[in-house]
């Protein structure tokens, strides 16, 4: 029979706070999920391109918004505005 795991964001395996970001990171198995808080005026060029060190972010995301809203920038140049439901485009 197949494992079943359970975790919570309220004892994450670690937090990350890059400038006006706060990520919770928890770890099941093979599998990692985050949760994100970014605070008004937060700009991945600001906030977390110096901690990154690289031009754009290189990582896959897939995620659900719980609420506010994020714009999205990708290196082709094509934007999405992503929010609680409301479906992204491209």
């Not at 400038?19 to 099941?28: G, L, N, P, Y």
């Not at 990692?32 to 605070?39: D, L, M, N």
């Not at 991945?44 to 714009?71: D, L, N, Y």
């Amino acid at each position: 029979m197949a494992d079943v795991g359970t975790r919570d964001f309220g004892s994450p395996d670690e937090t990350r706070t890059p400038d006006k970001t706060q990520v919770d990171v928890v770890r099941i198995g093979a599998t990692t999920a985050a949760r994100f808080a970014f605070e008004p005026g937060w700009r991945w060029s600001e906030c977390v391109k110096p901690v990154a060190g690289t031009e754009s972010c290189q990582a896959r995301h897939v995620g659900v918004a719980h609420s506010g809203r994020i714009a999205v920038k990708h290196e082709d140049g094509t934007e999405v505005e992503i929010g609680p439901g409301r479906r992204g485009r491209h």
